[in-house]
């Protein structure tokens, strides 16, 4: 039996135990190899093989580490080490690093509860990391967003963690499968194997549950498979009927993608729509608002922002077919040059609002066309222009 200071492969000393699943356990370890103070703490994953333990743990096991070491992510722990240790029983072991924190789970069972205004961070912050995870090719489903596996970190930030139910390929139809997720806060879908990029909404949505009421999801009552939390929370229409979305039995009534749950959160979810073609309609909304009006408070699509090399380098033609009127202050000496780099700077966000775009991919695609045209031609000629400038100031003074 594994114990507390016990040395693992003459470098990781075991501390504190942070779970045990029967299956698996979890150390907090001091690594005494390491170099840098900060990256002493390390959290130890083993799994011993034999007796209860199956092939299907060991496998989930196995995924975990070369997951964790494929994954690059500032939320998610770095994979550091994964070996076998014979003691007696061969233990496989995991290492990785230890976010400094504690986890969700940790913070209810202290009696910790979670305003509208902090559940709405944490589904941001948690989205912005499923968004990278749902992007990747082969796309890595979760399958086990809880309190537990959610770190509040130090820094203020939350981390995901646990990755020992995560699946990276598509799951075969006629193929067995290992059930993961736990009960309550994983949808029906995926304790029938078909776990798909909402059943990780769903999760997240019965977590952020968890969090404002207090009361664990599967202690809700349900109507119709429906978490019924309203009564027991506070909470603003908008949030409201995104959260609803998030956790709507069927998969295809959720939001598709953690892109759109992120939008619809970020700017303001209308009436929720249960018929995935309203849903379209209704995303289609959330993102287009271009055409709003430069003085418009709304937000723009995140991607559309940055640099804009063809406002900067040929503003003079640039706000004619961007219809960024603004922009004929370059015209005017020495206010022009200021107003170079402010378009540089702004232009992506006012072409935005000043012309109505088909779509983000038109927006992008005008906006490449001038960057194109900028440096083939704006460049050169601004470049021309500073020497014939220089030639003649230079002219004056000899
Ligand atoms: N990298 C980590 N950094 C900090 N704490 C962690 C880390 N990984 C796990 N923990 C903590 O240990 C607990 C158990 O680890 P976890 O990986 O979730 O194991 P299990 O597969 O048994 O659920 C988590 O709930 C979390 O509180
Ligand atoms: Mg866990």
Known sequence: MLQAQEVLQNRYQLERQLGNNGVRQTWLARDLQATEAEHELVVVKMLAFGGAVQWDDLKLFEREAQILKAIDHPRIPNYIDYFCVDDRTLWFVLVEEYIAGESFKDLLNRGQRFSEKQVRKIAKEVLQILIHLHELNPVVLHRDIKPSNLIYGEDEHVYLVDFGAVQDKAAREGVTFTVVGTYGYAPMEQFG???????DLYALGTTLIHLLTGISPADLPQKDLRVQF????NLSPAFMSWLQRMVEPAPENRFQTAQQAYYALRHGAKKPSYNSSLAA????????N??????SQEMVPEEILGWNWGAFLMPWLWLWTNNVWLGLLCFIPNVGLVMTVILGVKGNEWAWKSRRWRSIEHFKQHQRGWAI?????GAPLSFLLWLVTFAAIAGIFV
């Open 230 to 233: 309203s009564d027991h929370v």
């Open 193 to 199: 194997g078909k776990a798909v990029p909402a059943s």
């Open 290 to 295: 271009s055409g709003c009006g430069i003085s």
């Open 373 to 377: 045209a900028g440096i083939l031609l």
């Open 281 to 288: 309609v209704t995303k289609e909304r959330f993102i287009n």
